[in-house]
């Protein structure tokens, strides 16, 4: 049945079905998704080019935000999938010809190779980019626990609230996080008062008196920051 559009007192038939708005949206997506696959060649070519650093700017991501106003983390993506697709014929050529969605690309650059992209795009013709995004997360959480865990740097991050005060990250090994928290434990400003010490401490009972300096340490003079790294 054709739809109608209403306005005040009179109405406009519109020469079209429920199926043909239908058909037409599918192939205006596919029509977008070719031109996303002239965009994407386009900026690849530009990159490898160095275009940008002659114009001044930091990187292709950065010339992309001052040129076509992209935002910064869509900018870089452009530029990753980009890149990707150079090394992934099979994958681009089905973006370039509409069968595959943009959504559904940017998803596939994260995980496809020259070995499996055959098989990834069958998977991909036949799942939703909603779909392909839940795979791909199991796929790099499982391929991650393969992979040693590397420990992390120590380290002390102070971040300026807007309220005034001082929010600190600090990254420690878990005997020394348990020591710290020890030592933190004697006091309790939010329920004391600002400056005043944990009754337990006050009595001589601290558990961080009882912990001792850290091993290989000696203990911090007066002055150190509150890291005590």
Known sequence: MPLQWEQSNCVIPIMCTVADLGAEIAELAARLDSATHRLLECIRQFDQSNEWYAQGAVSCAHWLCWRIGLDQGIAREKVRVARVLGELPKIDDALRVGKLSYAK?????????????????????????????????????????????????????????????????????????????????????????????????????????????????????LGRNAAGL
């Open 105 to 221: 690309v940017r998803a596939l650059t994260r995980v496809a190779t020259a070995t499996n992209e055959a098989q990834l795009l069958d998977l991909a013709l036949a799942a939703t980019g909603a779909q392909l995004e839940r795979i791909w997360r199991g796929y790099r959480s499982a391929k991650s626990q393969d992979r040693p865990c590397l420990p992390e740097n120590r380290s002390v991050r102070r971040r300026l609230l807007p309220g005034g005060m001082v929010k600190l990250e600090i990254v420690l090994s878990p005997d020394e996080a348990l020591r710290r928290a020890d030592g933190q434990a004697c006091y309790r400003p939010d329920a004391i008062g600002v400056g005043r010490k944990h009754p337990d401490l006050a009595a001589g009972v601290g558990r961080r008196a009882q912990v001792g300096p850290w091993p290989g340490r000696e203990r911090a003079p």
